[in-house]
């Protein structure tokens, strides 16, 4: 079992940066590949950003593509998402997800097996 515990997110302006993290539990995190997803208000889960156990391999979203850096450090059981020069449309709840697929990087929801709680990003125009 894996617990996920988020921390960042807030209230940024147009324009502006903002750092999540996710710290894991357990002896086993560098060995999951991890994922950021977020849901708006009346609109569906989608998949923002992802990296692989080894951190070798990252995927995002075509939207966030040169803005969103995501990284890890299994040292500390720590993903991060950087997400810079944000936009009013980047505003919503944002969770991590850790799956145990090692075959490739998962950018379905339902391939990751524990879910942080979630953090509020809220970009202001």
């Known amino acids: 079992q894996v617990q996920l515990v988020q921390s960042g997110g807030g209230l940024v302006q147009a324009g502006g940066s903002l750092r999540l993290s996710c710290v894991a539990s357990g002896r086993t995190f560098s060995s999951y590949a991890m994922g950021w997803f977020r849901q708006a208000p009346g609109r569906e889960q989608e998949f923002v950003s992802a990296?692989?156990?080894?951190?070798?391999?990252?995927y995002w979203r075509d939207s966030v593509k040169g803005r969103f850096t995501v990284s890890r450090d299994n040292a500390k059981n720590t993903v991060y998402l950087q997400m810079n020069n944000l936009k009013p449309e980047d505003t919503a709840s944002y969770y991590c997800?850790?799956?145990?697929?090692?075959?490739?990087?998962?950018?379905?929801?339902?391939?990751?097996?524990?879910w942080g709680q979630g953090t509020q990003v809220t970009v202001s125009s």
């Open positions: 990296i692989s156990w080894s951190g070798d391999n990252t």
């Open positions: 997800a850790a799956s145990k697929t090692t075959a490739y990087v998962p950018v379905l929801a339902y391939q990751y097996h524990f």
